[in-house]
């Protein structure tokens, strides 16, 4: 084996060899473009590329979860460079940097059988489950436009983006299923939960927004696209909102060559599992979160 080096990513092309190994392991998901991750560049978030014998064999990530107080670790290994230590010193170099950051906590999510395997060797204990569900999109109607409310693009209506954080995601996000409160700021909301204004849509009352839903383009496979954040205020829940967005994003999908969306949703939020379910969404893969308490321990 090789020795195993690391070096930080900081130029496009090392932006784009981090994205190489990102979607080499996990092609089923749509990655941030190479301008998105520059964006997200903070203090305190470090992306890392492991190289052996001149070449990138892995990539990691060790940056502040949307969960308050943990921090998210992402160890990847190209399947062709597994097994031979890449993952373990990546993984350790991650956690190095959380703790150094003052996290107690670290977690991921896993989506194989190897891959829970490895966590599990480290101490990561299983803490909830997303399952992903599909629909594919072929002629999809645009629904009436509601009388009581009325749905808009944050395209057209961008001053908007901000009330809805406060409108619909603060009141919302502690209703996600999920092992630790939801810890999202302004600054976060703005530039992570929407990539394309003219996809995300807002359901809105006056100057007033209730409900949110949209899509995350994919750069790479532009035929698919991810949903984006769903939820609905709860004073208008019950009175189909969610279901009047998801068909306007659908339809919108379907007149910009988009073939199919997906959504992970997780366990404990039936009412979206049922709501996807009714609109036609079918179930794919299982991914595993997982969780272990700061610092692990590595064999010497």
Not at 17 to 41: F, G, H, I, M, N
Not at 236 to 242: M, Y
Request: with cysteine.
């Amino acid at each position: 084996m090789g020795e195993i080096v690391f070096r930080p990513v900081e130029s496009e092309r090392d932006y784009e060899d981090w994205r190489a190994v990102r979607l080499a392991v996990q092609p089923y998901e749509r990655c941030p473009s190479v301008a998105e991750l520059q964006k997200l560049a903070k203090p305190g978030r470090l992306l890392v590329l492991a190289v052996m014998d001149g070449a990138v064999v892995g990539s990691g990530m060790s940056d502040h979860s949307s969960e308050a107080a943990r921090a998210a670790v992402k160890p990847r290994v190209r399947p062709e460079a597994r097994r031979r230590g890449a993952g373990t010193e990546l993984l350790r170099a991650l956690t190095e940097h959380a703790v150094a950051q003052g996290y107690q906590v670290a977690g991921c999510s896993v989506d194989d059988e190897d891959s829970l395997a490895f966590a599990d060797h480290f101490g990561f204990t299983e803490a909830n489950r997303q399952v992903e569900q599909l629909r594919r999109i072929g002629t999809e109607p645009w629904p009436e436009q509601p009388t009581a409310y009325r749905i808009v693009t944050v395209a057209e209506r961008p001053e908007l983006w901000a009330k809805a954080y406060e409108q619909v995601a603060v009141p919302t996000l502690p209703d996600l299923d999920v092992p630790a409160p939801m810890d999202v700021s302004a600054e976060e909301w703005e530039i992570e939960w929407i990539n394309d204004p003219a996809a995300m849509f807002l359901a809105v009352v006056g100057d007033d927004v209730i409900g949110v839903a949209g899509l995350m383009l994919d750069t790479d496979q532009p035929e698919r696209a991810e949903v984006a954040y769903t939820a609905v205020h709860p004073d208008w829940r019950g009175k189909s909102v969610a279901a009047t967005l998801k068909r306007t994003s659908m339809a919108w999908a379907a007149e910009h060559g988009i073939t199919e969306i997906y959504t992970w949703t997780q366990r404990g939020n039936e009412n979206m599992r049922r709501l996807n379910e009714h609109l036609g969404f079918t179930y794919g893969i299982v991914s595993v979160d997982v969780r272990a308490k700061l610092p692990l321990q590595f064999a010497e």
